[in-house]
């Protein structure tokens, strides 16, 4: 099992709030990407690598880091495909966003999940734990049968972005893809949640925005007080 960590991202809606880059701002006195990287290396997964920039932050303690070639065209879609040397053509690949706080629980059943095809984690909705009203996805997991596909996909999807069919070429949009939507259905079509679609609603988050981490500190903070 090869666990990646996409921390690729420009990070310009976030800026530098805090004073940090979104992947090192801390929950509960930890950087949220070495939060992930712990809780990994607790369920056993040792093989970690780090997809983010020539910065000694992104590789606490030795962790592997993979400094990707940034692509002309800007799309989401890219933080997949500069990782597509490292996917495990021999075993499991999980691709987390590292801009995410995970629960242990979440860590837990990503890890422990024994579907041998392509699955994505994330929450289908609004959360009543972080307040953030939209869905969210936080990870994939896929094989080397997968591969194919996948890559295919992705390219699909950048092209799209350019076309604008695709908005940013978001985890939704990929899931959409992937689920055969082609085209300006891609931007029009609902988000799909079907069999490949594993729910996580706790407090694992997507911290974009500035205010995507202030609205989850107040609420974690409420919680911690009542």
């Not at 880059?21 to 970690?48: A, C, F, M, Q, W």
């Not at 400094?67 to 040397?85: G, M, N, R, T, W």
């Not at 070429?169 to 679609?197: A, C, L, P, Q, T």
Request: glycine share 8%; hydrophobic share 35%.
């Amino acid at each position: 099992m090869r666990a990646i960590i996409i921390a690729a991202g420009e990070g310009s809606r976030w800026g530098d709030y805090t004073g940090v880059p979104k992947h090192l701002v801390k929950v509960d006195g930890e950087p949220i990407l070495y939060r992930t990287i712990r809780l990994l290396k607790e369920n056993s997964v040792n093989e970690i690598i780090v997809v983010g920039p020539l910065d000694s932050r992104y590789n606490p303690n030795g962790v592997n880091l993979f400094v990707p070639v940034k692509h002309q065209e800007y799309a989401d879609a890219d933080k997949f495909l500069s990782s597509e040397i490292l996917w495990n053509h021999v075993g499991r690949t999980i691709t987390l966003f590292g801009d995410v706080f995970f629960s242990k629980d979440a860590i837990t059943k990503i890890v422990s999940n024994n579907r041998t095809s392509w699955t994505v984690f994330g929450r289908s909705g609004r959360s009543e734990f972080t307040g953030t009203p939209y869905g969210e996805i936080f990870a994939h997991s896929f094989f080397p049968n997968d591969i194919p596909k996948h890559k295919e996909c992705l390219n699909i999807l950048v092209d799209a972005v350019k076309a604008k069919d695709a908005k940013k070429g978001n985890g939704w949009e990929h899931y959409k893809v992937m689920r055969g939507v082609r085209g300006r259905d891609i931007k029009k079509s609902k988000n799909i949640i079907d069999e490949n679609f594993i729910e996580i609603d706790d407090w694992t988050e997507d911290f974009d925005f500035p205010e995507d981490y202030d609205r989850f500190i107040e609420r974690r903070n409420h919680k911690d007080k009542q």
